[in-house]
């Protein structure tokens, strides 16, 4: 059972770079068909996808947020990363890390989660 | 990009079949998810490519995929199953898209 572990600063000041790691245990990030991903939820609100990425390096983000967003996979420490630059406060948002095994159309679902940590841009 | 509609409330009595529906263009021709999530706690995977429930879940949860609208059904509501339920599906332009969000609530 793989388990995700989000990690990061909760603070951020606008015009910034957000930047998080999950930390992957109980499995390998360097499996054939997994992706790993970022999704996040303003409080109160709906789910958003940020972006996934394989440990191959193939990737996929959001069309509105593709121009911010970087995911990078360190497989020699068996977590992925998340930066997010010139964020406002319209980023303020609970930030899950996610597990999902193949893409597009045989996309399996997020079937694991981290715990989710709370990022909040202020000055 | 494309927009998965959900109702914004469903009540159920307990024991009585809630059904909560997901709305998006030709949604039918793409496979969807749903994901429970209870206050203050990560979603969970309830069903993938439509109508798969991953292992763990309750066979009460079902779902279903049709035309413009993907619907996820439980049977027989537990006081328990209280709480958000978002759709998910995958699109070739704006890949991975979540549902607006139902809050389920058992009277």
């Known amino acids: 059972q793989l388990q995700l572990q989000e990690s990061g600063p909760g603070l951020v000041k606008p015009s910034e770079t957000l930047s998080l790691t999950c930390a992957v245990s109980?499995?390998?990030?360097?499996?054939?068909?997994?992706?790993w991903g970022w999704i996040r939820q303003p409080p109160g609100r709906g789910l958003e996808w940020i972006g996934s990425m394989s440990y191959t390096g193939s990737s996929y983000y959001n069309p509105s947020l593709k121009s911010r967003v970087t995911i990078s996979v360190d497989t020699s420490k068996n977590q992925f990363s998340l930066k997010l630059s010139s964020v406002t406060v319209a980023d303020t948002a609970i930030y899950y890390c996610a597990s999902h095994r193949y893409s597009g159309y045989d996309f399996q679902g997020f079937a694991s989660w981290g715990q989710g940590t709370l990022v909040t841009v202020s000055s | 990009s494309s927009e998965l509609t959900q109702p914004p409330s469903v009540s159920v009595s307990p024991g009585q079949t809630a059904s909560i529906t997901c709305s998006g263009d030709k949604l039918g021709n793409k496979y969807a998810c749903w994901y429970q999530q209870k206050p203050g706690q990560s979603p969970i995977l309830l069903i993938y490519?439509?109508?798969k429930r991953p292992s763990g879940i309750p066979e009460r949860f079902s779902g279903s995929n049709s035309g413009s609208t993907a619907t996820l059904t439980i049977s027989g509501t537990q006081p328990m199953d209280e709480a958000d339920y978002f759709c998910?599906?995958?699109?070739?332009?704006?890949?991975?898209?979540f549902g607006t969000g139902t809050t389920v609530t058992v009277l």
């Open positions: 109980g499995g390998s990030i360097s499996t054939n068909s997994y992706f």
């Open positions: 490519q439509d109508d």
């Open positions: 998910q599906a995958w699109d070739s332009s704006s890949n991975y898209v």
